[in-house]
Every structure is written in C-alpha cells, then in structure tokens.
C-alpha cells in the first residue's frame, strides 16, 4: 500500500484535536489535515510554541482553521479545564489524536506522584478520550487515534512499581507507557463495540522518525543513541506521520487496528496494518490498567 498524505480525503467540515501539535509527528499532522480543509485544534503544553506553529503552516496555507488550546497532559486539573472548555465551545469532535509524547527523562514524579512518562504519554490522553468520548459520540466519521511504538512489543508494565521507586530506567520506561498506550487503544476499541458507539479506536506507531522527541531528551546516551547515532535510519516527520493520518482519515482504517510502517523492522515505509504484541490485546491486561487509569485520574470511562 503506497499511501500518501495527498490522498486524503477533503476533511472539510470535520473537527480534529491533534494533542503535541506545535513540532514532529504533531505538527506535520496537523499541517497535512489543514491541507485538506480541515478545522485542527492545536492541544499544546507552550502556547507560544504553538503559535509559531499555526504561523508556519498558515504560511503556506492561508486558509487554514487553525486555532491554539493550551493542554499539560502530566496535569490532570489541565486536561479537565481543556475538555470542558471544548465541551462548551463545540457540539461535536469528529477526531481526538493522541499524538504528545515525552521520552526517556531522568526518574521525574508529578505533583500527584506519577511516573512522569506514565501521567503525559498514557494518564493524561486516558482522561482526555474519556471527558472528549460524548463528543466524538455525536462526531462524523469520530475516531479516537492513539500513537504507540514498535517498542510495546518488547516492554511490560511494572504494576508492582509504576512510578520506578525500585528499580528505574528512562527507556524502559518509556517502553512501558508506550505499551499502556497500545493496551489502551485495545481495550477502548472492545468497550466501545460493546457499548455499541460509532467511535472507532485506531492505533498508529510511526516507525523511526527524526523529531525533538529524541534530541530534546535529557537523557545524554538515549539522545546521543537516537540523535546522532543512528540518526541516518530516520524518516522525516512527514513520512511518519502518515500511519496516524491514515488511522484517521482512511475508510478502512478498523477499529482495533494498529497501522505503521512496511518497511525492514517496522522502521520506516508507507502505512499498513500490523499485528499488535498479544500483550496489548490480553484481556487480564486490559481490564487491570483500565480500572488502575480510572482510579488514578479518578474517572470512571466506559
């Protein structure tokens, strides 16, 4: 499948939160969508950033419906005030990205005592899907798409030490919030088709792509490791945004997919679908980090 981001639909009339949107994989999914008429919502921790951001895409493209919300996904009193304040200023939401990431920082705990890796890549998009879900209800064509990582394949969750008191490591545990990402796209896809909803939950993972997320780590040997060393295997942002472009914009894009590169080792490529680890589709495995995610946003989703 030779998919390109020109083969996108016209999305005009459609309303996408695109989460991480001012640089990467966000920012060139939030210029592709734009390109094609849709109105993308920017969920950003730095407004300025953001803004820079809107101000190069409409650059451009003049046209574009761009606007700036502010949204810290380690702060859970920020995701309620974003997704309140969304829920008063729209009727619907046809499609929530949950695209934002951090990788690989020194042991960080939030205010709440979370992992920070854990609270921003999986507890913060967990609660914003489940305050966003009656709105992408009432959304065209709603998807709920969330972005993972080859590297699920090869993680676990420490649910005996979430928060890395015991024995830490940056990647791994970057790994592990990558693979509560994929348990969690799983799991959303199976309540939601039991509940009977339209929304789809489609996961997508970019393969190996050139963005701040490696360089910008303060880990010294993972930016080293993934900025300079193997920085040559990288593709550009544009190329790995493709797989969530296609998770959410493409007709046969399922519920329950996970869509990545074709390429050598899921590194790089064109988007297809690939199988998830049989750790992201466990039954046991969802049902515990589902119900441990709702006690610690204190949400009850589904």
């Known amino acids: 499948m030779n998919w390109t981001a020109e083969q996108i639909s016209d999305q005009t009339g459609r309303t996408f939160v695109v989460t991480g949107a ?77 695209n934002a990431g951090m990788m690989a920082p020194p042991r960080t705990l939030t205010r709440r005592g979370h992992e920070v890796q854990f609270a921003a890549n999986h507890l913060g998009h967990f609660a914003l899907t489940g305050l966003l879900l009656d709105l992408l209800a009432k959304g065209n064509d709603p998807r709920v798409v969330t972005v993972t990582s080859a590297n699920h394949r090869k993680a676990r969750i420490f649910f005996d030490d979430l928060t890395g008191e015991r024995a830490y490591s940056p990647m791994k545990f970057y790994n592990q919030s990558k693979l509560a990402n994929a348990v969690f796209g799983w799991e959303l896809h199976a309540r939601l088709t039991t509940a009977g909803s339209p929304v789809r939950s489609v996961l997508a993972h970019p393969g190996y792509t050139s963005t701040n997320l490696q360089t910008g780590t303060p880990t010294r040997m993972v930016k080293i490791l993934y900025g300079r060393v193997l920085s040559s295997l990288a593709q550009s942002p544009d190329q790995g945004a493709l797989p969530q472009l296609y998770a959410a914009t493409a007709p046969d894009a399922h519920s329950g997919d996970l869509i990545g590169p074709d390429g050598i080792a899921e590194l790089r490529g064109a988007p297809k679908k690939l199988q998830l680890a049989p750790t992201a589709t466990d039954p046991e495995t969802g049902r515990r980090l589902w119900e441990l995610s709702e006690q610690l946003t204190d949400l009850s989703i589904l």
């Open 22 to 98: 001012n640089s990467g994989l966000g920012l060139a999914t939030t210029r592709a969508l734009a390109g094609k008429g849709a109105h993308v919502i920017l969920a950003v921790r730095d407004q300025a950033k953001g803004r820079c951001a809107v101000a190069d895409i409409t650059a451009a493209l003049p046209d574009a419906h761009l606007e700036v919300r502010h949204l810290d996904l380690a702060n859970p009193h920020s995701v309620r005030a974003f997704a309140d304040r969304l829920r008063s200023d729209l009727g619907r939401l046809d499609v929530l990205i949950n």
